[in-house]
């Protein structure tokens, strides 16, 4: 099977929740034979450079060069620390959500790993968490995780369904998924109060789902465990979390655009489950020329 992920970068801001994404980060690297950049961002909000103290007696430009000296130390360190290897090791200041996203490109990384809720000032001062503002613009998969510990593991992968077009690139990517871990597959469709889905319909797009799966399985002469299940919740949102942890999911694939019924939600389910899960989370940003 050729490699869809080749280079991965792996971005942090040093806290507990990204050095759980490393491990990430690092695992699925391994499982791909990709390799791996480090990325940190000295955010133009950095409370470092304006402390009154420091602005008197050290030019801010020396201390952001400081700053990056001792942020590229902190990385090799925890490389090291970890038994993780770098390809490459990129220190940048600027706007964290949109260096990411820049350097990414720079790369031509095709995946992003980071904690799903980062700890920068800029949090506190923006709608969504650094995460969901890459997410909304990035090229890529991102690949957020929690603090959770625990070693990496992807022996089950939850995708989310409402049957809509869109949802043919997250079952490309889950599948590939499933093949690069020998996980199984099991599709979610969650019945909100206002979803006019007859049961027999949903039973019938179900089946022809199932049907594809099971022809791509011995087109490809795979072995992929694959499942169908149904839950109710007042949102789609709470469905997913409540079923994936629940049942000890150990990922969720699916895409930041959803459609329902209808009516065009551009993030918000996703996001949601990205700021309330424990599983990790394979996010597939909206762009329409995405292809695994």
Do not use: C
Request: charged share 30%; net charge positive.
């Amino acid at each position: 099977m050729p490699k869809f992920l080749k280079n991965i970068l792996w971005a942090t801001d040093f806290s507990k929740e990204s050095e759980q994404a490393l491990l990430y980060a690092h695992f699925f690297a391994k499982a791909h034979q990709a390799g791996l950049t480090a990325l940190h961002v000295v955010s133009d909000f950095s409370p470092a450079l304006y402390d009154p103290s420091l602005a008197i007696t050290v030019d801010v430009v020396k201390r952001l060069e400081t700053l990056k000296k001792e942020a590229r130390t902190k990385i090799e360190t925890l490389g090291k620390k970890k038994k993780v290897s770098f390809q490459k090791i990129v220190v940048a200041d600027g706007s964290i959500s949109k260096t990411v996203i820049e350097v990414s490109e720079k790369e031509k990384a095709d995946l992003i790993v980071m904690g799903a809720k980062g700890l920068s000032a800029m949090d506190k001062l923006l709608i969504g968490s650094v995460a969901n503002q890459v997410l909304r613009h990035s090229l890529i998969p991102l690949l957020l995780t929690r603090k959770k510990g625990g070693k990496p593991r992807v022996k089950k992968i939850l995708v989310p369904t409402d049957f809509s077009p869109r949802e043919n690139l997250e079952r490309e990517f889950a599948w590939r998924l499933a093949k690069s871990f020998a996980a199984s597959l099991t599709f979610l469709h969650v019945f909100e109060l206002q979803d006019r889905l007859a049961q027999w319909e949903l039973e019938e797009l179900f089946k022809a789902l199932l049907a594809r799966f099971q022809q791509r399985e011995e087109k490809e002469k795979e072995d992929i465990i694959i499942k169908k299940e149904i839950t109710r919740a007042m949102e789609a949102w709470s469905g997913i979390v409540e079923y994936a942890e629940t049942h000890h999911f150990d990922l969720i694939v699916m895409s930041s655009i959803v459609r329902k019924l209808g009516r065009f939600f551009l993030g918000s389910t996703t996001e949601k489950v990205i700021s309330l899960s424990d599983v990790p989370i394979f996010a597939i940003p909206p762009r329409e020329s995405l292809k695994p």
